[in-house]
C-alpha cells in the first residue's frame, strides 16, 4: 500500500539532530569530499603528465577548466530531473557517472582523450551538488537546517585535505609517475562508489512527495497522490526554467544568492585547482614532493573557511520553515 501523503512537516521541522541526519550527512557528504578531491588533484596530476605528455599551455588550461564547465551543466541538469522525477530516482546516477569519468581518466591514452573525460568527471560532480544539498535540507529540521547543510558542504575540505596527502604517499614510494597519476584519479571514484548503494535505497523526501503529489509504495516506487493536478505540473524539461523566469521575486532571489556562490567560487576554485602550478612558480627548486606537501600546509585552513563560507546561501532557509508550494 502506498504511503499517505504527508502535508503536515510540524514534526520534522521541529525534530533535533539524530542518527538518520547523520546517516544522511554521511551518504550526501561522501560525494561532496569526492568533488573536492577531483577537483584539487588534477592540479597535482598536472604537475606530472606535463613532462611525460610534453604538453602546452593550452591543453593544460583545458584539463583545469573542463571539470568545473561541465559541473556547471550538470548540475543543471541533475536538477532540474530530480525535480520531474524525484530526488531518490536520480540519486547515485550522478555517482555512477563521476566514477565512470574518474576510471576513465584513470586509462586516458593521450591529453585529448583525459580532457574529454574530464568533461564526463565534471557533469557527475555538477550532478552531485545540487541532489545532495536538497535531500540534506528537505530532511533537516528548521532549527538545525543549516548547520546541517554546512556540515555536508564542510565535507569538501576533508577531500582537500586528503588529496595532497594521499599524492605525497604516492610520491614518496618509488612507483613511476606515468603510474602514480593514474591511480591518483582513479582513487576518485571509490568515496563515491562507497556510498552509491545507500544512495539508491534512500527514501524519498516526504517535502518532495508533498510538493509534487507523489506517494511512495513499501518498494520504493512512485506515483501520482489523489491530489495531483497535472495542469499544476511541469510538462517538459524546460518548462520548470520557464516558469522561474517568470517568478519575479524567486528569480530575483535566485540571482543574488548565485552572484554571491559565483564570486566565492571564483576566489575558491581558483585557488585550489591552481595552487600546485602557483607554487611551482614560487619555488621552482623544490622537489615535487615538496610542493604538494607546502600544498597541504594551508589544506587544514579549508574547513573553517568553507564552514563559514558555505553557510551563507543557507542562512535564510535556517531561518525560516520550509514550506513547499509546488515543484516548478
Known amino acids: 500500500m502506498a504511503k499517505e501523503d504527508v502535508s503536515d512537516f510540524s514534526e520534522m521541522d521541529n525534530a533535533k539532530v539524530s542518527s538518520h541526519h547523520w546517516k544522511i550527512i554521511l ?35 583545458l584539463v583545469d577548466s573542463t571539470a568545473l564547465l561541465a559541473a556547471a551543466f550538470g548540475a543543471l541538469l541533475f536538477g532540474r530531473v530530480a525535480d520531474m522525477l524525484g530526488r531518490k530516482n536520480i540519486y547515485g546516477v550522478e555517482v555512477l557517472v563521476l566514477a565512470a569519468g574518474a576510471i576513465g581518466c584513470a586509462f586516458s591514452p593521450n591529453i585529448w582523450w583525459l580532457i574529454g573525460l574530464r568533461f564526463m568527471l565534471g557533469i ?97 516506487r512512485l506515483s501520482n497522490a489523489a491530489h495531483f493536478d497535472k495542469s499544476k505540473r511541469s510538462v ?46 614560487l619555488n621552482s627548486d623544490h622537489t615535487l614532493l615538496q610542493k604538494t606537501l607546502t600544498n597541504w600546509d594551508f589544506s587544514p585552513c579549508s574547513p573553517l573557511l568553507a564552514m563559514q563560507s558555505r553557510r551563507l546561501p543557507w542562512i535564510a532557509s535556517a531561518a525560516k520553515q520550509y514550506k513547499p508550494s509546488g515543484l516548478q
Not at 535540507?137 to 588529496?163: C, D, N, P, W
Not at 604517499?169 to 562508489?193: N, Q
Open 124 to 220: 557527475g560532480i555538477g550532478g552531485d551538488y545540487p541532489v545532495s544539498a536538497t535531500i540534506m535540507s528537505e530532511y533537516a529540521g528548521k532549527a538545525h537546517r543549516g548547520m546541517l547543510v554546512t556540515l555536508v558542504f564542510t565535507m569538501q575540505a576533508a577531500g582537500l585535505i586528503l588529496g595532497p596527502l594521499f599524492a605525497s604517499a604516492l610520491l614518496m614510494t618509488h612507483l613511476s609517475h606515468d603510474l602514480i597519476w593514474r591511480i591518483l584519479v582513479a582513487f576518485g571514484a571509490v568515496p563515491a562508489m562507497a556510498v552509491y548503494w545507500q544512495r539508491r535505497h534512500l527514501k524519498e523526501t516526504p517535502r518532495y512527495l508533498t510538493a509534487a503529489a507523489k506517494q511512495e509504495d513499501q518498494h520504493g
Open 27 to 61: 551518504i550526501s557528504g561522501m560525494g561532496f569530499f569526492t568533488d573536492a578531491y577531483d577537483l584539487f588533484i588534477i592540479g597535482v596530476v598536472m604537475s606530472l603528465v606535463k613532462p611525460i605528455w610534453h604538453i602546452g599551455k593550452v591543453e593544460e588550461s
Open 236 to 281: 517538459s524539461f524546460w518548462d520548470g526554467f520557464h516558469r522561474l523566469f517568470n517568478d519575479n521575486k524567486l528569480l530575483l532571489r535566485l540571482v543574488g544568492t548565485s552572484a554571491a556562490w559565483f564570486l566565492m567560487d571564483a576566489a575558491y576554485y581558483g585557488n585550489t585547482v591552481s595552487s600546485p602550478m602557483v607554487l611551482s612558480a
